[in-house]
Structures are given as C-alpha cells and as structure tokens.
C-alpha cells in the first residue's frame, strides 16, 4: 500500500499544472492617472503645506519623484477604448462593391497645347512699322499675336538624348576590400619589388652614359672665373702721432722672442 502512495504522488507530481489566465486589467493595465489631494499622504515628497489644489500636481516642474516609484508625467491619457491615430470612414463599399464592378481609372481630358510666341517675328514687324519704343512695342504685340507653328516649336525644343537601354544611372559601387593581400602584406611586397626595378634601371642607365673627356678651360672661361684684385687702402692715422715710431711691435721679430723667451736649462 505505502508503494502504491507513493507513486500516485509522482504522478499527480509530474502532471502539467495548466496555465495561468492572466485578465485583461493585468495585461492592458488601465492608463494612470495624474497625482490628486486624495493621493497625497503623510511622508510622501509631494507632500505640501497650506492651501493644495489638485492643479499643482499636473505642472511637471513641480511634481517630484517619490521614492521607488516611476515619475508623474501629470498628463491623463484616455481610456482602454481609445484608438490612437487617424480614422478614416470606409467610403468605398468594401468587398462587395469591389467584386460587384471593376473600378476604371478615367482619363484626364488633356488640354490643348498652347503654341510659344514668336517674338522675333514680332519685333521685326515692330521695326517696319517704324515703332522702336517699349509702349509702342507692348501694344504692337498685342494687337498682332504671332505664334510658332508645331513644326517650328518642335525644331526649337531640345528633345532628350538617346540612352542605350542597358544603362544604369548613380555612381558605381566601391570595390571591396581586399583583406588578403593586407594580411599577406602584399602592397609592401610590390612596393619592394618595384623600388628594386627602379634602381635597376638607374644602374643600367649610368653604365650607358657617355663619359666625356676632360674639360680644358678657354680664355674666356678663365675671365668668367677671374677675381680682380681689391687694393686695401691704408689706415687713417691721426696727423700728430706719425712722426713718433711704433713701441709695440705685433708680431713680434725674431730678436724680441730670443730676448723675451725662458732659460733653458740643458
């Protein structure tokens, strides 16, 4: 018997406990509402003293946030019932009406094209008629309107060009990266390979050069090359002390380092 318990415990154990329905109210809660006197109670940060009217807790610069709670936008939103958006009343009968007729859209009547004005025509009437003023002109256009024919506009108006059918118009996509050769380090390579082809080159054209002979200078680049002499003038002395002679010899002669030199003990 204590066995047979026991596993009707496991199995009322392992049965699927069925789901939770949770209502409306707890799925769509209703909209809050901003904050009124009946709200507030003592201890809370919106607490005030004196007169209190139910205005002061719509101002969102007033209201503060209490303590654990998600802050009053003092805004009330409308109920459950309510669609956000625009409403647009259905006009056009549904599906039957759909099925029952095929909606064709009519086409617009096109109005006439209106034909440009000649102007060169008209000036030169203008000019023949002897009228050269801007009035005159004004009212000789008025009264002689002269239009360019189909033709002529036609032959006037720049038609579009020709484009191949294939062509596609916008800017051409960038080619992709190619990771590889960054890694392999490939633009270093070529970059190496191709400085070791220029020096290649330097090498062989300085074996081609013509080495020429030596250079013998002429007269007249000797001339070119020639520094005259810059004849230094003497230094002005003043007029009552050149009779007296020097007392002070720079440099000094040959007899004047013998005198002034050491002994030398040999």
Aim: positive net charge.
């Amino acid at each position: 018997m204590p066995e047979a318990r026991t596993s009707c415990h496991d199995l009322t154990r392992w049965k699927k406990k069925p789901p939770v329905r949770r209502t409306v109210s707890q799925i769509c809660p209703p909209p809050r509402q901003p904050l009124t006197v009946a709200d507030i109670q003592p201890g809370m940060e919106n607490e005030r003293l004196g007169v209190v009217r139910d205005s002061m807790f719509q101002n969102p610069l007033i209201v503060k946030a209490e303590l654990g709670k998600p802050r009053e936008r003092s805004c009330s939103l409308p109920g459950i019932n309510f669609n956000y958006g625009l409403y647009i009343q259905r006009q056009d009968g549904g599906v039957p009406e759909a099925i029952g007729h095929w909606n064709v859209f009519k086409q617009q009547p096109t109005c006439p094209h209106e034909l440009s004005r000649d102007y060169i025509a008209m000036n030169r009437g203008a000019v023949k008629a002897g009228l050269v003023t801007a009035r005159e002109n004004f009212h000789y256009r008025q009264l002689n309107d002269i239009r360019i024919s189909d033709q002529d506009d036609r032959r006037l108006k720049k038609e579009p060009p020709s484009l191949p059918p294939n062509m596609t118009f916008g800017i051409r996509a960038r080619p992709s990266t190619p990771f590889f050769d960054l890694l392999q380090h490939r633009y270093q390579q070529l970059w190496v390979q191709e400085q070791k082809a220029n020096q290649k080159a330097i090498k062989l054209e300085k074996k081609h050069k013509v080495i020429l002979g030596k250079l013998y200078e002429t007269r007249s680049s000797q001339l070119r090359k020639y520094k005259p002499p810059v004849k230094l003038d003497a230094l002005w002395h003043m007029p009552h002390f050149q009779k007296d002679p020097s007392q002070v010899q720079s440099p000094p002669n040959d007899h004047v380092k013998q005198a002034t030199s050491p002994p030398s003990y040999s």
